[in-house]
């Protein structure tokens, strides 16, 4: 199958700047595959020319919004934002963060009667867990357990009071 003839054909085929399958077209009776597999095993992974030339791609800005910015979109981040910002004011009050260093718990001491509510950051010194007592078989105590979890009914009546206001 690989005569000499062929391989030398390979070779200036190859060091012309043809693709593989170019190559495998032009010889006959063979694959890409098996042209690229030659190849490899000749080691003439360094070509003479490259066999598309080398475009730069045009640099484009992104934009997340097209067209005019929707006020009412806007005014529903807003205030989504504003909600997650109640919450993380919440969850970090001073007194919440003021733990005893013999209640603070760390991934080791963690049990399942232990709150696993994180305080700080994971990557930083000092971070733990609350480690108060959980209640019955939650994984927060009763402070972290009204922080992290929201009753289903109020929060669709929420929902649909702000739909209401946006549907006019």
């Known amino acids: 199958m690989w005569t000499d003839e062929r391989v030398e054909m390979l070779k200036k085929l190859w060091g012309d700047g043809l693709s593989a399958s170019q190559v495998a077209k032009q010889l006959g009776g063979v694959t890409r595959n098996a042209v690229i597999g030659k190849v490899h095993r000749l080691g003439l992974s360094g070509r003479a020319t490259p066999s598309r030339p080398a475009r730069p791609r045009p640099q484009t800005t992104r934009t997340l919004m097209r067209g005019r910015p929707d006020p009412l979109v806007a005014e529903r981040h807003e205030a989504a934002r504003a909600e997650v910002e109640a919450v993380r004011a919440e969850a970090v009050r001073p007194e919440a963060q003021m733990l005893e260093p013999a209640e603070r718990a760390t991934v080791l001491t963690l049990t399942e009667h232990t709150c696993k509510w ?21 994984p927060y105590c009763t402070e972290h357990a009204r922080l992290a979890y ?16 946006f549907a006019i």
């Open 118 to 138: 994180p305080i700080g950051d994971p990557g930083r010194p000092g971070f733990h867990f609350c480690g108060r007592g959980a209640d019955s078989n939650a």
């Open 150 to 165: 929201q009753p289903v009914q109020p929060r669709r009546n929420r929902d649909r009071t702000r739909k209401d206001s």
